[in-house]
């Protein structure tokens, strides 16, 4: 018997397509993921997904890329990319592995540098000023970053929060006198009822879920004005995915959120605007219900669609 | 058909039931274990052979460390006094009039502080900037090399280096002058060789702990605003404090047990012999002195006091001076277990 023909038990399962919600409907949604009923993997499959965030309200452009292009040694990791980072809404890059979504991100505050290969063209501003010409620290202190891995420091949860707060080289700060700032850290990051009977608790002791929230909550701590996120959520379970997508949608108003996300659905839940980066080109950069709807390029319909990836 | 109605009952456990087996006893029921670990009764001839040394010399070397420990217990609780520990030593004929060894008792605590106080902060630099730095590439292996070449260095040679470094004119205000000669020899010039027995072991554990932190915590320290100075005082070096005790602890229990070096650079006398005309600690430590480890040589019966008694005594004290020592490690690295580890 033939094992490509489809209705034979060999067959490799049909491509499962994203049907995406009608871009007008679109609103304030609980529940991000409903299966269609009656759907599993011998038909074609329509999976539903549902945005979970409403339009933005405002946007005020925090940062400008303008055609960067990244090297390590003779490979080129980012070709000539240009866009824009603005507060008030959440920057998704999407594309498959060693497109160079991650050297974008981290060439937005800095840490390419740490590369010794590393060598950056073009221009990037933060509110106007390149970003070569500030202080390497002091930009970090205002684009902070959060990793895929959960990295808490060996210390207590309060230690890991007061760390950041604390100054370089002046006398060492009461705890007293920072108690309201991890307070407020830890809140803003959704964490604080959960660890607020003992914040001398070892942060290497907390799950993957809070170890990622404490991860956020001390990249906030540095009341930063653009807050990168790469996969943040790759390393843990769709509970924990789920608290800490809703915490981002409701940071975006606060600081510029930038998330690199191997997931779509997981863009299509929570950005405004989605660039879409291939083999260290941007192919398109759209908002997030064009992109996913009505996609302008071949390349990302393709994508967008699970052709490849 | 009426229903029937089974009465509420407690939850039993459920185990899973297992079919029975035709032949052989039933590995979830206990009876004879067989492949709860793999036995080396399927190995190749040379691996039971070898596996057989292995056994058999471990036991060897535990067997001769437990007899070592146990003889110099039993020794020295038989002839330790606890006067000898504050009693200097004295001339007389007879075992009973020597007194104790006071003398290097302390002489072996001070070289000791010294020693540490030396090499600790300059080991654990070293190793700062050899994981951290390392640049130029060329520098950092001169400087790898360097430290294992001190390691190797036996102390019989450290120790005649050191007389011809302190007994320059220079150096002189780190010893005793008689007349324009420059004596050399003094506990400043032992302890300052006695760190260099010391830096290797602190230099190898405090860089073995500042390479088993990962790389992406130092990335979330920077990608955060911090700079490279407040990670490594503040995350780093706190973090690789197990390590850091450890290589303290092993360069420690060298100092106190090396001999060649005091016997050379101490002045070997039995007593301190402080220098005269200069203040207190001073005189002190510019003048000779002596330590256990020269106590147990000179008292040996081979040696020029043949006082076995106090010999034993002394080594016993020494002894013990180590595992106390080991202890301390030991509580330090419980402690750190309890903070947690990185799980990736």
Not at chain 2, 80 to 93: K, Q, Y
Request: proline share 7%.
């Amino acid at each position: 018997m033939d094992p490509f023909r489809s209705d034979s038990p060999l067959a490799p399962p049909p491509i499962r397509r994203l049907k995406l919600d009608d871009p007008e409907a679109a609103k304030e949604a609980t529940e991000p993921l409903t299966p269609a009923a009656g759907s599993g993997p011998q038909q074609s499959g329509f999976v539903t997904a549902k945005r979970s965030v409403g339009a933005p309200q405002f946007s005020i452009r925090r940062m400008e890329i303008d055609g960067v292009s990244v090297h390590y040694g003779a490979k080129e990791a980012v070709k000539g990319v240009s866009l824009p980072v603005r507060q008030g809404e959440v920057l998704s890059l999407i594309g498959p592995s060693g497109c160079g979504k991650t050297t974008l991100l981290r060439s937005l505050n800095r840490l390419t540098e740490l590369t010794s290969t590393a060598t950056l063209t073009g221009r990037i501003l933060l509110d106007d000023v390149d970003i070569t010409e500030i202080e390497p620290t002091l930009l970090r202190r205002r684009v902070t970053m959060v990793f895929q891995q959960p990295n808490p420091f060996p210390m207590s949860v309060f230690d890991n929060i007061a760390y950041v707060l604390r100054e370089q080289g002046s006398r060492r700060a009461r705890k007293k006198s920072l108690e309201p700032k991890v307070h407020s850290a830890l809140d803003r990051a959704g964490l604080f009822e959960e660890v607020k009977d003992n914040l001398d608790h070892p942060a290497l002791k907390l799950s993957g879920g809070q170890q990622q929230r404490l991860c956020i909550a001390r990249a906030l701590a540095a009341e930063p004005e653009v807050l990168l996120l790469d996969e943040p959520c790759s390393a843990l379970d769709p509970k924990s995915t789920q608290v800490i997508e809703d915490l981002i949608v409701k940071l975006r108003d606060d600081v510029a959120v930038v998330i690199v996300t191997h997931n779509l659905q997981q863009a299509y839940r929570i950005a405004d605007h989605v660039a879409f980066m291939y083999l260290g080109d941007l192919v398109e950069y759209n908002s997030a219900t064009a992109l996913f709807g009505s996609p302008r390029e071949q390349r990302t319909q393709e994508y967008v669609s699970g052709a490849f990836g | 058909m009426e229903p029937v109605q089974t009465p509420p009952q407690a939850p039993m456990p459920t185990v899973p039931s297992t079919p029975p087996t035709p032949d052989g006893p039933n590995p979830l029921r206990g009876g004879k274990k067989q492949g709860a670990s793999e036995g080396s009764a399927t190995w190749a001839p040379i691996d039971r052979v070898g596996l057989a040394i292995c056994w058999a010399l471990g036991l060897l070397f535990c067997a001769i460390a437990v007899a070592i420990v146990v003889y110099l217990l039993v020794q020295g609780i038989k002839f330790l006094r606890p006067e000898m520990l504050w009693t200097p030593a004295a001339a007389g004929f007879s075992e009973g009039e020597t007194g104790g060894f006071s003398d290097a008792l302390f002489g072996t605590l001070i070289v000791a502080v010294m020693g540490i106080a030396l090499a600790l902060p300059t080991g654990v630099a070293i190793a700062v900037w050899l994981v951290e730095y390392g640049r130029p590439a060329g520098l950092a292996r001169v400087t790898e090399m360097t430290i294992e070449a001190i390691a190797g260095i036996p102390s019989i040679v450290l120790a005649l280096f050191g007389t011809v470094i302190f007994s320059s004119t220079a150096l002189g205000f780190l010893s005793r002058t008689t007349e324009g000669v420059v004596f050399g020899r003094s506990f400043f010039a032992a302890s300052a060789m006695l760190s260099l027995v010391a830096l290797p072991l602190i230099v190898a554990s405090t860089r073995e702990g500042l390479n088993s932190i990962p790389r992406h915590v130092r990335e979330a320290s920077y990608a955060v605003g911090k700079t490279k100075a407040a990670t490594t005082r503040r995350i780093l070096l706190p973090t690789c404090r197990p390590q850091v005790t450890t290589g303290a602890m092993l360069g420690l229990g060298r100092i106190i047990g090396d001999t060649a070096i005091i016997v050379v650079l101490l002045g070997a006398t039995q007593n301190f012999s402080p220098v005269e005309g200069v203040g207190f600690p001073l005189n002190y430590l510019r003048g000779a002195g002596t330590t256990l480890t020269n106590f147990v040589y000179e008292a040996s019966p081979t040696g020029n006091l043949n006082q076995p008694q106090k010999a034993y005594a002394a080594a016993f004290v020494l002894l013990l001076m180590v595992l106390a020592l080991n202890a301390a490690v030991d509580v330090v690295h419980r402690r750190a277990r309890k903070v947690g580890t990185w799980s990736h």
